[in-house]
């Protein structure tokens, strides 16, 4: 069985997911369908992201054929009706819907078994405690970027005093992209010198030291890959432990290096990344 935690509703959520965004079309499928052979049971998917339905189909197919069960498996994704709706001169046009009613009617899903956790994406301190305000059920996560650069150790203890867990997205940094709402200025975290160290001196990789750091950490990495050999790299963190020593080396390389700025949205009432944390 893969290691899993326990969310604050009991579910067990396995420690490694499987992200799943910028993807070809027609790679996701594969992947998902490898990624359960190797031990996965836990995907991050997002209607954003283009590609839920081969999720979907890898999925259905893998229980089809009897390899998993859908009780054992972990599925999160993120809805929207229409995704980025913008003005005739091109503007996004903001939601004015309060955030507080949208988890509202998330509890309502809950209620009406549509899911059976709810959580958050990308909010920060203020805005989980207004949630908790007025929550009757709570969020079992927040998603945010985290990795060494960016290492959310006070989202972390936050979250953690009340009960929260916190899945960390682009764990590697999200090697290589040209997206426009990501910055392109930080130093490419897989080529570390720290972490190399590290990782040559353990005979792993630094992918599989930053997984590691992050688990041991209590954070729930969801690291995406649509390659057979580094889908098993990725998942192959379970059989080593890093010492306190090599943990404190790496919360050193913190330099609170948000990547994923979103700054498309900078002007929007509930743009979360203007407060500390
Ligand atoms: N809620 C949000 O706002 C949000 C934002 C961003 C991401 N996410 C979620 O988080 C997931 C992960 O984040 P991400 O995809 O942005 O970035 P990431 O996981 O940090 O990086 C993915 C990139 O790393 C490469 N890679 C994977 N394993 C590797 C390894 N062992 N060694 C070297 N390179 C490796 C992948 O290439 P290959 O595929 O070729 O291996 C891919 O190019 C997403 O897929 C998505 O599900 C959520």
Redesign the pocket.
């Known amino acids: 069985m893969t290691p899993a935690l326990k969310l604050n509703n009991n579910i067990n959520f396995p420690l490694i997911g499987l992200?799943?965004?910028?993807?070809k079309p027609g790679e996701m499928e594969k992947a998902v369908k490898e990624a359960i052979d190797i031990g996965y049971r836990h995907f991050?998917?997002?209607m954003i992201?283009g590609n839920d339905q081969e999720v979907g189909t890898a999925i259905r197919e893998k229980i089809a054929d009897g390899y998993v069960k859908r009780e054992d498996l972990f599925i999160t994704n993120?809805e929207g009706d229409t995704l980025f709706p913008t003005d005739e001169t091109g503007k996004l046009i903001p939601s004015d819907v309060d955030y507080v009613d949208t988890w509202k009617a998330m509890e309502e899903c809950v209620k009406l078994g549509l899911a059976k956790s709810i959580g958050l994406?990308?909010f920060n301190s203020q805005q989980i405690q207004r949630v908790l305000d007025v929550a009757t059920i709570k969020p079992v996560v927040n998603?945010v970027?985290c990795?060494p650069y960016f290492n959310q150790s006070k989202m972390i203890a936050f979250c953690k005093e009340r009960g929260i867990v916190v899945t960390a997205?682009?764990?590697?940094?999200?090697?290589?992209?040209t997206v426009n709402y990501i910055r392109h200025d930080v130093a490419p975290l897989?080529q570390d010198t720290k972490l190399q160290e590290i990782a040559t001196k353990r005979d792993k990789?630094?992918?599989?030291v930053i997984l590691r750091y992050l688990i041991q950490h209590g954070v729930v990495p969801?690291?995406?890959?649509?390659?057979k050999s580094?889908l098993q790299?990725?998942f192959d963190v379970f059989n080593f432990e890093l010492t306190p020593v090599e943990i404190s080396s790496i919360d050193a390389l913190n330099s609170d290096s948000r990547i994923?700025t979103y700054s498309l949205f900078a002007d929007l009432k509930d743009y979360p990344f203007n407060t500390e944390f």
Do not use: M, W
């Not at 997205?169 to 992209?177: L, N």
């Not at 990789?205 to 599989?208: N, S």
């Open positions: 992200g799943t965004s910028q993807a991050d998917s997002a992201y993120k994406s990308n998603q970027e990795h997205y682009a764990p590697f940094g999200r090697p290589g992209s897989l990789t630094v992918a599989q969801i690291p995406k890959s649509s390659n580094r790299e990725n994923f």
